[in-house]
């Protein structure tokens, strides 16, 4: 217990929260904002509590005033499996806790009145949180769904991809239909930069991946996945084509023909000890 206790010590609250408590102070809307931090704690503390128990890596778990985002020190080498886990373990905490509500309400203990309002905030984060936009939650299986099928490096484009197009469409409805919501002007403005930030770093991010596969763990592999590459391709190429839960054999064709597969750990030796970063892949058939 105490080892779940202490994930509270990793809670940062983002300054736009502190920024709404300054104006629901103002506007005597207090009580439910406090209603609102509840729901928020509980529910980074389900993605948290998760990724705890698959001894996940937790820097830090962050509240925004329209959600939140537990932070992990992992760089997408952890099964597919645990990494869904933890995804909705979330807005698994907003079912519970309305179902909970909903028969305190029925024995009394709460008004219909709070109750109808925990259950609009609950269902407005839930269905917002979905949304598939980097670094919701519903960006985040956008990202996994994308990583089953292609190499990290093209999954983390494409769900960037798609997030920019999705927050595009409500930037346009947004103008449309409710141009003076201050609210939705701050939360949208998070998300975009939100997606630019993650787009400046993607080259950080992969080498991050790259390097953690290179010194992590080695058994979080589902599956033997060959890459046949012809001899011409580079050393960064062939790594981008690395694909998250897959251990990859580098095929080489030299020739026509395909060599003696090298193991990708041969590879990424190669990238980062030898610093190989824009020879061609073949030249490491006359090295190992």
Same mark, same amino acid.
């Given at each position: 217990?105490?080892?779940?206790?202490?994930?509270? &010590?990793?809670?940062?609250?983002?300054?736009?929260?502190?920024? %709404?408590?300054?104006?629901?102070? %103002?506007? =005597?809307?207090?009580?439910?904002? #406090?209603?609102?931090?509840?729901? %928020?704690?509980?529910?980074?503390?389900?993605?948290?509590?998760?990724?705890?128990?698959?001894?996940?890596?937790?820097?830090?778990?962050?509240?925004?005033?329209?959600?939140?985002?537990? @932070?992990?020190?992992?760089?997408?080498?952890?099964?597919?499996?645990?990494?869904?886990?933890?995804?909705?373990?979330?807005?698994? $905490?907003?079912?519970?806790?309305?179902?909970? =509500?909903?028969?305190?309400?029925?024995?009394?203990?709460?008004?219909?009145?709070?109750?109808?309002?925990?259950?609009?905030?609950?269902?407005?984060?839930?269905?917002?949180?979905?949304?598939?936009?980097?670094?919701?939650?519903?960006?985040?299986? #956008?990202?996994?769904?994308?990583?089953?099928?292609?190499?990290?490096?093209?999954?983390?484009?494409?769900?960037?991809?798609?997030?920019?197009?999705?927050?595009?469409?409500?930037?346009?409805?947004?103008?449309?239909?409710?141009?003076?919501?201050?609210?939705?002007?701050?939360?949208?403005?998070?998300?975009?930069?939100?997606?630019?930030?993650?787009? &400046?770093? &993607?080259?950080?991010?992969?080498? &991050?991946?790259?390097? @953690?596969?290179?010194?992590?763990?080695?058994?979080?592999?589902?599956?033997?996945?060959?890459?046949?590459?012809?001899?011409?391709?580079?050393?960064?190429?062939?790594?981008?084509?690395? $694909?998250?839960?897959?251990?990859?054999?580098?095929? %080489?064709?030299?020739?026509?023909?395909? $060599?003696?597969?090298?193991?990708?750990? @041969?590879?990424?030796?190669?990238?980062?000890?030898?610093?190989?970063?824009? $020879?061609?892949?073949?030249?490491?058939?006359?090295?190992?």
């Amino acid at each position: 217990m105490n080892k779940y206790v202490k994930l509270l &010590r990793k809670i940062e609250i983002h300054p736009l929260l502190w920024l %709404i408590v300054g104006v629901a102070v %103002i506007t =005597a809307h207090f009580r439910e904002l #406090l209603m609102l931090f509840f729901i %928020i704690l509980v529910h980074e503390m389900g993605h948290a509590a998760c990724a705890h128990f698959f001894s996940w890596r937790i820097k830090k778990i962050q509240l925004l005033p329209f959600g939140g985002v537990a @932070e992990m020190d992992e760089h997408g080498n952890r099964p597919l499996r645990e990494e869904l886990l933890v995804i909705v373990a979330g807005p698994i $905490q907003n079912i519970w806790m309305v179902a909970l =509500a909903y028969f305190l309400t029925l024995g009394s203990v709460i008004s219909e009145k709070t109750f109808d309002l925990f259950l609009y905030h609950n269902v407005v984060l839930f269905f917002f949180n979905l949304l598939p936009i980097w670094p919701l939650d519903g960006g985040k299986l #956008l990202y996994l769904f994308f990583s089953y099928r292609h190499s990290f490096f093209e999954a983390h484009k494409r769900m960037l991809f798609v997030s920019s197009i999705v927050a595009l469409i409500i930037l346009m409805g947004m103008v449309v239909y409710s141009p003076t919501n201050l609210n939705f002007w701050v939360i949208l403005s998070f998300l975009f930069f939100s997606i630019v930030m993650e787009w &400046r770093k &993607r080259h950080y991010v992969f080498m &991050r991946f790259l390097l @953690e596969r290179y010194y992590g763990k080695q058994d979080t592999f589902t599956k033997l996945k060959p890459l046949v590459v012809d001899e011409s391709e580079m050393v960064y190429t062939v790594l981008s084509m690395f $694909q998250r839960g897959c251990k990859h054999p580098i095929v %080489i064709q030299k020739d026509g023909e395909n $060599q003696s597969p090298l193991d990708e750990n @041969e590879l990424l030796h190669a990238y980062f000890n030898d610093k190989k970063i824009t $020879q061609p892949v073949g030249e490491l058939l006359y090295l190992y």
